[in-house]
């Protein structure tokens, strides 16, 4: 089974990223053949910045590795590293009809928070249906607001099927993370680098802390109990501790006779020691970048020996060869 998802390279990562993203990405290596890539041709509908764009796909590549992508085990890659997706996205383009994109609420939510209406922008449900169908891809892991994206890889590949052969294109299944839950930001709404609220994943220890100790807290004097429902400490602290000291924490609370500022520090210890692990990895990383160029250029080479065997197959069921 062939397993992939790609990941855009958009700025620093924050914890929601690893819990929603990285962790179930890591863990699905198990489970099949897994291609993973850093999507820097998508990242151009939003990133301006040549050496912006250089440094984010570079930190994402680094940060993924230090999360436990194993590179012995899967293939990863820069998007750009294949340049043969832009030939598959012209053939999708010539059968998707343009009332296709003009649904996508991905469109519709980024033109509306001022991103630019390019034809880059409206077009990227068809880069990304090229990214999954270009390696014959079965299972696509991906957050909920992907899955319109999902659903029209699947018609653009039943639209070349049914024009060229039903072999032409393996029809990828969708794996929606529904159940995942949402990780919260340091104000109660989904995190978010959009609501500048985040737990960055890879931070300085200092103003990473600091952004726990100002997470705002009712007035509850140290000697009362304090609520549960509605604690924006608990859910982040259920992330990184132990089913123990969770408990525990639960029943400080019920008890009362604790502070919030106590609260606030176990916090940020828990969230500081969960990652410790995968800082020391990724300061190995930053100090071996030759380590990673290897990476991505192995990954490139693996994946454009898949991308071949597919586009040429598409090449010829099209008439282009
Ligand atoms: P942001 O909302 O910060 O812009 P992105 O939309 O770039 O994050 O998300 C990148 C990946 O991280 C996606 O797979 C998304 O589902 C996941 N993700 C982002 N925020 C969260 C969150 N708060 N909880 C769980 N997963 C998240
Ligand atoms: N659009 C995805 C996102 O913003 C990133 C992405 C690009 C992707 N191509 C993909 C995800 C192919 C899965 C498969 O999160």
């Known amino acids: 089974m062939r397993i992939l998802t790609g990941l855009q390279p958009s700025g620093k990562l924050h914890i929601g990223n690893y819990f929603g993203a990285m962790e179930p990405a890591v863990r699905l290596q198990e489970q099949g053949e897994a291609f993973y890539f850093i999507a820097n041709y998508h990242a151009m509908t939003t ?121 032409t294109l393996v029809v990828p299944e969708p794996m929606i993370s529904e159940s995942m839950a949402v990780v919260p930001g340091l104000d109660g709404q989904k995190m978010s680098k959009s609501y500048h609220n985040t737990l960055p994943l890879f931070g300085d220890e200092k103003p990473s802390k600091k952004l726990i100790m100002r997470i705002k807290t009712d007035s509850t004097p140290v000697e009362d109990p304090k609520p549960v429902d509605g604690s924006l400490i608990l859910p982040l602290f259920r992330l990184f501790a132990s089913e123990e000291d969770y408990a525990k924490m639960v029943a400080d609370h019920q008890s009362g006779g604790v502070g919030y500022g106590d609260f606030k520090k176990r916090l940020a210890e828990a969230y500081w020691e969960y990652f410790a692990p995968m800082r020391q990895r990724r300061e190995e990383l930053l100090a071996d970048p030759g380590y990673v160029d290897e990476v991505l250029a192995k990954g490139a080479g693996r994946a454009r020996e898949e991308a071949a065997k597919v586009i040429d197959r598409v090449r010829k069921a099209v008439g282009l060869a």
């Open 47 to 167: 990133v301006r910045d040549a050496d912006a764009l250089r440094d984010h796909t570079r930190e994402l590549a680094i940060d993924f590795l230090a999360c436990g992508l194993d590179p012995e085990r899967s293939v990863f890659f820069r998007q750009s590293d294949v340049p043969e997706v832009n030939e598959l996205a012209w053939i999708l383009s010539s059968v998707c009809p343009v009332s296709m994109l003009e649904k996508a609420h991905s469109y519709k939510d980024k033109t509306a928070k001022g991103i630019a209406p390019t034809h880059g922008l409206f077009a990227y449900p068809v880069l990304m249906a090229a990214d999954i169908l270009l390696y014959d891809s079965n299972l696509v892991p991906v957050g909920r607001d992907q899955k319109q994206h999902l659903e029209m890889t699947r018609d653009l590949a039943g639209k070349i099927n049914d024009a060229y052969g039903e072999d």
